[in-house]
């Protein structure tokens, strides 16, 4: 088992490393590798959208003609994992709490809207604890980075754990989205459960 | 990629400890500050240690890029910068005009805010408490005490663990920017010299740094502690660099940064990402060159996309460049901060 990181820009080590914690305490045969170029698409059984800025990440992804690639692999099956700017890439409705609506290239296959800094900016970024039982782990600290929110879902996508009124880990078949970031967390849970859909 | 020793959780956990240990490592004579930090038990908690040093994390493989208005800021969002640095004057243009360097007016940084998606820096003076409180209130994403304004204090840098808003501070050797992490900073620039277009004292730090870094995994342990002091530094600080063998936060390079060739070496000598200040709003191709450098940057490790990028600017239009050895020594910004 192969699994990929998308990793132009953002929290792609985090991720790689907390990755490989899930697979150790899981006992899987798998690794993770980073993924660039469309080539490298091929290979994996499973794909990570870090954190970042999902702007520079969008037109990377674009411009070295992954995204179109990316976007035909998730919508035939391709199990993905999208933290924070991850999650902006795969929602159909994107806008911006400031700044409003802006063209971005995205994935765009998830039943989510999702708004962009919902929270405000960096001062307003914090720090809580989320109740993982729902998906098998027990409570742990996570932190919101100039997060989005995912106000609305429909369709297939279900709500697996919120915070206030909007939910924060939302799964659609093979697609899995927070707006927090497990890849900082004391917990691997969330990639102990991305592991499980791709063995599926 | 790279992967390392310690998750970013496990590092967090030593910061905290660090806090716990303040009475122990004071008896034991260091002269070092060390934070009272905030810990949220349960709930939710803004402004936290483990909140500050997260958000660079998500700048990683980016670039930073200084402007100085609205317009420039959208060409730095439109070509992919993960964040912009408004200031009042481009390094290049600070060293030309002489006179004293102050944080840029507070109406424009707003209105970049207002204006664009991606996080938005802005500079303060070395040691100036209330440029950095102004910009808090403000509510910039995060605020970069920096050597090229004209300091305000020769002797103390900002207690940086005092504000919600995370810091990025300069340094050129492993000294320095343990200084400036035990102050509280959550990311460090290694400085070149700014202004220059020339990357070679970027590449100077940067290569002492890791060289600084190798060093201590070959020392006895005494040793380490003797580093420690010279320093200025609490012996863990030290101890988790050397298992690490990297710098605990985010560091980017910064300073004469000109080209995607040069920006591709900053990453291949091991920096996390990158900040482009005169080298593009002082090009004459500003937008393509900012795109080239975002492209050559997140993608280092494959030469031919840094060789495509190379070709999307042409060299004819590369800012002129300053040579360092016809600076004189009270030119240097680099020196200033130490």
């Known amino acids: ?200 | 990629m790279r992967l390392y020793e310690l998750t970013f959780n496990e590092i967090e956990e030593f910061f905290y400890k660090l806090s716990e240990f303040r009475d122990i490592i004071k008896d034991e004579g260091l002269l070092t500050f060390v934070p009272e930090l905030e810990r949220s038990v349960s709930g939710t908690k803004e402004g936290t240690a483990r909140v500050k040093h997260a958000f660079p994390i998500f700048q990683k493989g980016g670039v930073v890029m200084d402007v100085t208005n609205v317009n420039q800021a959208q060409i730095a969002e439109d070509a992919g910068a993960t964040a912009v640095m408004v200031l009042d004057k481009l390094p290049y243009d600070v060293r030309k005009s002489g006179g004293v360097a102050r944080m840029a007016d507070p109406k424009i940084i707003e209105d970049v805010m207002n204006s664009i998606t991606i996080p938005v820096m802005a500079k303060v003076r070395i040691g100036h408490y209330y440029e950095a409180k102004i910009l808090e209130s403000l509510g910039v994403d995060m605020i970069d005490e920096s050597e090229v304004l004209t300091p305000a204090d020769e002797e103390h840098h900002i207690n940086k663990w005092e504000f919600k808003v995370p810091f990025v501070n300069g340094a050129r050797n492993l000294g320095e920017a343990l200084r400036r992490i035990n102050e509280g900073a959550s990311m460090i620039r290694t400085k070149g010299e700014p202004g220059t277009g020339n990357v070679s004292e970027a590449i100077k730090h940067m290569k002492i740094m890791n060289s600084e870094i190798r060093n201590l995994l070959g020392m006895e342990e005494e040793d380490r502690v003797k580093k420690a002091r010279e320093y200025q530094v609490p012996y863990q600080l030290v101890e988790l660099v050397t298992k690490l063998q990297r710098l605990p936060i985010v560091n980017f390079a910064a300073g004469g940064i000109a080209t995607p060739a040069d920006a591709a070496l900053m990453m291949w000598l091991g920096s996390d990402g990158i900040f482009v200040g005169s080298g593009i709003f002082k090009s004459q191709d500003p937008s393509e060159r900012a795109k080239a450098v975002v492209l050559a940057t997140a993608n280092w490790e494959y030469p031919e996309i840094v060789l495509e990028a190379q070709k999307m600017i042409t060299e004819e239009k590369s800012m002129m460049g300053i040579d360092i050895k016809t600076l004189k020594p009270e030119e240097l910004l680099q020196v200033r901060g130490v």
Not at chain 1, 76 to 94: F, H, N
Not at chain 1, 99 to 104: A, D, N, P, T
Not at chain 1, 144 to 163: D, Q
Not at chain 1, 170 to 181: G, I, K, P, R, S
């Open chain 1, 1 to 200: 088992m192969k699994v990929g990181i998308l990793a132009y820009q953002g929290s792609f080590e985090e991720h790689a490393l907390q990755t490989k914690l899930a697979i150790d305490k899981l006992h899987l045969n798998a690794d993770v590798v980073p993924v660039k170029k469309p080539s490298e698409l091929n290979v994996v059984d499973g794909i990570i959208l870090p954190g970042g800025e999902s702007t520079t990440i969008g037109i990377m992804a674009q411009k070295l003609g992954v995204l179109d690639t990316l976007k035909d692999k998730i919508s035939s099956g391709l199990p993905v994992l999208g933290t924070c700017a991850g999650a902006i890439m795969l929602a159909k409705e994107v806008s911006d709490a400031k700044v409003g609506k802006k063209s971005q290239p995205l994935i765009g296959l998830m039943d989510t809207t999702i708004i962009r800094n919902y929270y405000g900016r960096q001062r307003e970024s914090f720090e809580t604890t989320l109740d993982f039982s729902t998906i098998g782990g027990s409570t742990a600290k996570v932190v919101f980075i100039r997060a989005p929110a995912i106000t609305k879902t429909w369709g297939k996508a279900k709500e697996l754990l919120s915070l206030g009124d909007n939910k924060v880990m939302v799964q659609e078949d093979n697609m899995l989205a927070t707006t927090f970031h497990p890849e900082l967390s004391s917990t691997t849970i969330v990639h102990e459960y991305f592991l499980s859909i791709i063995k599926k």
